[in-house]
């Protein structure tokens, strides 16, 4: 089974602080992702990487970065945490090979800003 | 750019009845992924079933189903015999087989559906 582990399942940081959420997954897909999830909003895609020091933005980039030095591990980096950056971060994986395409989440982290 | 929306955002259905959830997306596109994922309160979110766009067959996963209407830009899920284990925020999600950088593309998510299941 595909596995994907997220480094914390709550977080508490507070505001101006650097935050690092971490992701790893074990099943060498070269697709890596970072979603927020708001109640009402649904997931959003912050970031993805398609290769290592490979990153492309997602539809809500602002105030986040990202990095990827290993295939298997990608970082979603708060630079200087705000309270409106509270929220649930899902990481996700998928494979180029096959035919299937489908996206395996890890468990998330919720973060809180105070 | 792809929008996807639930217009349910609660469904409520008695154990072991059947119940559809309804979603809607508009695109440009003629081919593209489709999918339905669920989460179980405080767990992993997991893919139910998926559909490619150019299959006119609409996807079965045992108990669960979809009605795929390509012109109609909709995508209902279907649950029949529900349980209790069903009981989770479903979401639609909208994918592009165009790729916009190296072979990858995130999903979009419709806003989801709170599904309750009666006893």
């Known amino acids: 089974d595909v596995k994907v582990t997220q480094s914390s399942r709550y977080l508490v940081k507070r505001t101006g602080e650097k935050v690092f959420l971490e992701c790893v997954q074990d099943?060498?897909?070269?697709?890596m992702f970072w979603y927020r999830q708001d109640p009402g909003l649904g997931l959003r895609l912050i970031y993805f990487?398609?290769?290592?020091?490979?990153?492309e933005k997602g539809d809500i980039p602002e105030g986040y970065s990202v990095s990827r030095e290993k295939k298997e591990r990608f970082s979603l980096i708060l630079e200087s945490a705000s309270t409106n950056q509270t929220s649930m971060y899902l990481c996700?994986?998928?494979?180029?090979?096959?035919?299937?395409?489908?996206?395996?989440f890890g468990p998330g982290t919720r973060l809180t800003v105070l | 750019a792809q929008t996807v929306t639930q217009s349910q955002p609660e469904m409520s259905v008695q154990e072991a009845e059947t119940v559809t959830l309804s979603c809607t997306y508009d695109?440009?596109?003629?081919?593209?992924?489709l999918f339905w994922y669920k989460q179980p309160p405080s767990r992993q979110m997991i893919l139910v079933i998926r559909?490619?766009?150019?299959?006119?067959q609409n996807a079965t996963e045992n108990r669960f189903s979809v009605n795929f209407q390509k012109a109609a830009k909709s995508f209902s899920l279907k649950i029949s015999d529900s349980q209790l284990g069903d009981a989770a925020m479903y979401f639609c999600?909208?994918?592009?087989?165009?790729?916009?950088?190296?072979?990858?593309?995130?999903?979009?998510f419709g806003k989801g559906t709170h599904l309750i299941i009666q006893p």
């Open positions: 999600a909208y994918r592009s087989t165009m790729y916009s950088g190296g072979g990858a593309d995130g999903l979009t």
């Open positions: 099943m060498d897909h070269e697709n």
């Open positions: 559909q490619e766009a150019y299959k006119q």
């Open positions: 990487s398609y290769d290592v020091k490979m990153k």
């Open positions: 996700a994986s998928s494979s180029l090979r096959g035919t299937t395409d489908t996206q395996y």
């Open positions: 695109t440009s596109e003629s081919d593209y992924y």
